[in-house]
């Protein structure tokens, strides 16, 4: 899933605090960025298709638990993959209702 250290190295010093979303299409690859979206889909058991209105990305979130269903709208904090199709490597959650959700990454 993350392809480089500097990847890991962006998720782990992005802070939990949410900025304003940018459009899929439009995040920047390594850095550390908000989206927002519905889940179209549930790929895998740690991981989710979001859409937005510029377009789609994979979120991954292991290795925790799934923590969205279908049909729900998130916001979420993390990071582009560089690779082709790039993967969002989520760091933070936040659901519509305000509850938010931490993820930890243990790469090494």
């Known amino acids: 899933m993350i392809r480089s250290a500097a990847m890991a190295a962006v998720l782990l010093s992005a802070s939990a605090a949410f900025a304003a979303p940018v459009p899929i299409t ?5 850095q550390p960025v908000t989206v927002t979206g ?3 889909r549930i790929t895998d058991a740690d991981a ?3 859409k937005d209105e510029s377009g789609v990305v994979t979120v991954y979130v292991g290795p925790n638990d799934l923590p969205v269903q279908v049909g729900e709208e998130v ?5 582009l993959e ?14 519509a ?3 938010e959700i931490a993820f930890r990454h243990d790469w090494g």
Request: no cysteine; charged share 30%; glycine share 12%.
């Open 26 to 30: 439009k995040a920047p690859r390594g």
């Open 38 to 40: 519905k889940v179209m």
């Open 48 to 50: 989710f298709r979001l």
């Open 75 to 79: 916001t979420v904090l993390g990071a």
């Open 82 to 95: 560089e690779g082709f199709p790039p993967e969002f490597v989520a760091r933070a959650l936040r659901r």
């Open 97 to 99: 209702d305000g509850t």
